[in-house]
Each structure stands twice: as C-alpha cells, then as structure tokens.
C-alpha cells in the first residue's frame, strides 16, 4: 500500500509548509529521498535556500523555496504562484506554533495577537493549502494530505489551551476530509505526535519516547496510506492507550503538574537572564 501511494506520487512534486527545521524538514527529504521534487515553505529565505540547497545536492531533485508568514492572512496569492506549473501529489501541512512556555489563558503575553496567529499558523494554514492543492489532486484522482496535528489535539492539554484547540482542529478536519474525499483517490493523514526533539518543543536531546524528527518521521512516512489517524510512531501508540485508559482527573492533575512546573522553571530562567 505504502509503495503504491509513495511510488504514484513520486513522479509528481509536494511541498511542504515549514520544511525548514524540525519534523517539517525531515518530511521534506524522507520525499526527496523517494525522488518527489520538494517546495518548501517558512519565513527565513536564508533557512530556505540552505534546507533547499542541502536537499537539492543530497536527493537530485528539484526544489523551489516560497518565503511566507503563515501569521498573516494575505500570502495565499504568493503561495499559488510559486506552486505555478507543479502537479502535487502530496502535501504536507506542518507548520504550526505553540507557547512560549505553559500559561493560562487570561495570562498569555500578548493574548490578542497569540489568538490571532495562533489560529493563522496552525488552523488558516491547513484549510488554505487544502484549498489551494486539493482541486489538483482530485484531477489527478491521486494525492495525500498529511496534516500533523498533535497528541495535544486528541487529548485536551490546560495551559496550552489555545495550541490544543487547534489541533483538536486539524484532527478533525483531516478525518472528515478523508472521508470526504478518499472515494476520489485522495488520502488524508491525521498524524497525532506526542513530544520530538525540535525547536518548538524546547527538546534537544532525543530519548525512546521523545524521537529525533528524523527517527519520527522514518516511522510515520511508513503509514501513509494503511491509516488515515496516527501517533506515527509505535511508542507513541502506546503513551497514547496508556492515557486514554487513565481516569480523567488522573490525567488533567498530571498534565497540569507538569506544565506548571515547565511554567516555573521558564520564567525562573528569563529572570535571571
Ligand atoms: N515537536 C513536537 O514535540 C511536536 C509534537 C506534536 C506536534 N508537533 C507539530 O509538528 C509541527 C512541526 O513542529 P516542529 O516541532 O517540527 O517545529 P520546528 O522545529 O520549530 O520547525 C518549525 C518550522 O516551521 C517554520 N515556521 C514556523 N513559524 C512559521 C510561520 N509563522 N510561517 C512560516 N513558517 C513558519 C520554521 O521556519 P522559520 O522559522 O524559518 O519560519 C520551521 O521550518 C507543528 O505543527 C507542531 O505543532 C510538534
């Protein structure tokens, strides 16, 4: 199954938004390796022309680079531009923002403009690519969405209210757009990570159960097309059973405990810088 979608899709293009570092980035050339030219698409042209000229030497294939802020609404114009003459056969929606650092909600620095760009980033960001790639896809009658929601997007996360409530977003989109739109040959993923060592979620060393993204996406690649809804990663699987059998109470004093003690040791380290 796996080397049907992969190898149908290969012979045309996929682009992925915030290719450039972290998960995004290891799905960029896990594709190039499998010989799909790459669009990337983030906000820091210099990253860009690195990540696309690293991928283009390593892979041989074609890349092109979009500069965007996914925080603004009006770069979809840009987007479709750069997508010109490319038939995409998978797209990969991974940009996404979280907090800074765990807070409630009335608390958040900026609360206006983190609601704003939050929504922009990790909601406006899926349903606008769709909307770009998708009519393409159905033409093709071939392609696959990989939306990467988060584990936070199936189990609700306090102090990171806003940051799981758009992923409980992308998770419910992905599902019902699969089942929307699989009878015409498109696959939508909904891939439910727990936490990989990136910049986002402040991680550096990877362990067993917080994977390196390039070790999370090895094993998440391998899914595409056998399940539609996806920890991508078996050890995530099981974290994932384990927290759904515990009793509600149990599992929200854990998560709260947890981010305010991240809460307490982030603000501790900005006060003494
Ligand atoms: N890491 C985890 O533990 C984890 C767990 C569950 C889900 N996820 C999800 O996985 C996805 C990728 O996260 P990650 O940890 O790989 O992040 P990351 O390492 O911080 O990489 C983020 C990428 O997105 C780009 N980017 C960030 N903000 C952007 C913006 N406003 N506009 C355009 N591009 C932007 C960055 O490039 P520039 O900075 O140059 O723009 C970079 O290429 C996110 O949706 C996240 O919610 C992550």
């Known amino acids: 199954m796996l080397v049907g979608w992969l190898s149908i899709?290969?012979?045309?293009?996929?682009?992925?938004?915030?290719?450039?570092?972290g998960i995004g980035k290891s799905y960029a050339e896990e594709l190039a390796k499998r010989g799909m030219k790459v669009v990337l698409i983030s906000r820091s042209q210099?990253?860009?022309?690195?990540v696309s000229s690293e991928i283009k030497e390593k892979f041989k294939v074609e890349t092109r680079t979009i500069a965007v802020d996914f925080a603004s609404e009006d770069i979809y114009d840009k987007i479709e531009t750069g997508l010109a003459g490319l038939e995409i056969g998978i797209l990969v929606n991974n940009v996404g923002m979280s907090y800074e650092y765990p807070e409630h909600f009335l608390d958040i620095p900026d609360l206006d403009n983190m609601i704003k760009k939050m929504i922009n980033v990790n909601i406006l960001s899926v349903c606008k690519m769709t909307q770009l790639v998708l009519p393409?896809?159905?033409?093709?009658?071939?392609?696959?969405?990989?939306?990467?929601?988060?584990?936070?997007?199936?189990?609700?996360?306090?102090?990171?209210?806003?940051?799981s409530a758009t992923k409980a977003f992308v998770d419910f989109f992905s599902r019902c757009l699969h089942e929307e739109y699989r009878s015409k040959g498109?696959?939508?993923?909904?891939v439910l990570p727990y936490f990989v060592a990136t910049k986002l979620a402040?991680?550096?060393?990877?362990?067993?159960?917080t994977p390196s993204s390039e070790t999370f996406v090895k094993s998440a690649i391998k899914t595409v097309g056998l399940q539609s809804r996806t920890n991508g990663y078996l050890i995530h699987a099981v974290m994932g059973l384990i927290i759904s059998v515990l009793p509600s109470w149990l599992y929200f004093k854990f998560i709260i405990d947890m981010n305010k003690s991240t809460r307490a040791r982030y603000l501790k380290k900005i006060k003494k810088n």
Not at 46 to 50: E, G, P, V
Not at 151 to 162: E, K, Q
Not at 202 to 209: A, F, S
């Open 136 to 163: 393409g896809m159905i033409e093709r009658s071939k392609g696959a969405i990989l939306n990467i929601s988060s584990a936070s997007g199936s189990h609700p996360v306090p102090m990171l209210t806003i940051y």
């Open 46 to 50: 210099d990253k860009l022309d690195q």
């Open 186 to 190: 498109i696959f939508v993923q909904s």
């Open 9 to 21: 899709a290969c012979r045309l293009g996929s682009v992925v938004t915030g290719g450039t570092d």
């Open 202 to 209: 402040k991680i550096r060393k990877p362990t067993l159960n």
